[in-house]
């Protein structure tokens, strides 16, 4: 099967400053892939120069003919002073019938807000509707920049569950942005670590035991996935998987019985 998207190669350089260099990565069709990374480790970059809209300075990015992507931004300004209802931010100038909007939110548990000014919305109640409006077009790829942004603990759990709910049902492909690395490790079938370069990269439990994970986040956030590696010893004691791997190897294991598994609680 060929990659939803891939990039081999990649570099941005801007102003002289080589942000990114070498990446390679790809996201497959039913795959969560989540960047994590330091802040200024060039997260927002890399989405951006895989949406088209940083151009890149070596490397490629290929997609696969006429996919379509839904992206959610990491941050969108709104005029406070301007009204705006949710069904009006779903949908910019572009009409579209009402009950697809309602259906776009009902997945994602927010369809009673629908008449509701965006500006009286909670951190939480924002992003399931700009997900909802990204799901609009009915994407083979969703992409997500910190899709819990402004979202309290048990928010982001939940809003993790739903992005991993989404995935499972319409079997797109995700590719996320996330600075909640124990939350997200328990939801995602594959971490990258950027920090200019990818400094590991592999299944959630592998990278948690990275020396680059490790000196970037310090020992506590190995200690945080303690509970998520417990429950992945049985399988790979049974299965005789092997140990973590180095920088920018991509691992080819069949893990897709993860996908049942539910760790975050
Ligand atoms: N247009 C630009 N011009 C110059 N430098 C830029 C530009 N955009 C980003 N940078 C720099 O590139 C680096 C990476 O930024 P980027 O926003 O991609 O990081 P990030 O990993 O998404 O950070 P954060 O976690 O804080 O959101 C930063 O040092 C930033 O200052």
Redesign the pocket.
């Known amino acids: 099967m060929s990659h939803l998207i891939e990039a081999s190669g990649l570099a941005v350089t ?2 002289g400053r080589t ?1 990114l260099h070498d990446i390679s990565l790809s996201v497959d069709e039913g795959e969560i892939v989540t960047i994590i ?1 330091p ?7 890399l989405v951006r120069a895989l949406l088209g809209t940083r151009a890149i300075s070596a490397g490629s990015v290929q997609r696969v003919q006429g996919l379509t992507i839904g992206y959610v931004p ?1 941050r969108l300004e709104l005029n406070p002073m301007m009204p705006v209802t949710v069904a009006r931010l779903m949908t910019g100038a572009a009409r579209r019938p009402r009950h697809l909007i309602i259906e776009a939110l009902e997945e994602t548990g927010v369809a009673h807000l629908v008449d509701q000014s965006v500006h009286t919305l909670s951190g939480g109640e924002f992003r399931r509707v700009l997900l909802a409006r990204a799901l609009l077009r009915d994407p083979q790829l969703l992409v997500l920049d910190e899709p819990v942004a402004g979202v309290d603990h048990a928010g982001e759990l939940a809003l993790y569950e739903l992005i991993k709910t989404i995935r499972d049902q319409r079997g797109c492909g995700v590719l996320m942005v996330s600075h909640d690395l124990h939350v997200v490790m328990a939801a995602t079938d594959k971490v990258i670590c950027l920090n200019g370069h990818v400094c590991c990269t592999g299944q959630p439990h592998e990278v948690s035991q990275h020396t680059e994970y490790v000196r970037l986040f310090g020992p506590r956030a190995s200690e945080a996935l303690a509970f998520y590696e417990h429950q992945h010893d049985h399988e790979h004691d049974l299965s005789g998987e092997e140990m973590p791997h180095g920088c920018g190897h991509d691992h080819d294991h069949d893990h897709s019985h993860q996908k049942d598994h539910h760790h975050a609680g």
């Open positions: 801007i102003g942000l990374g802040n200024g480790g060039g997260k927002t970059t990491q």
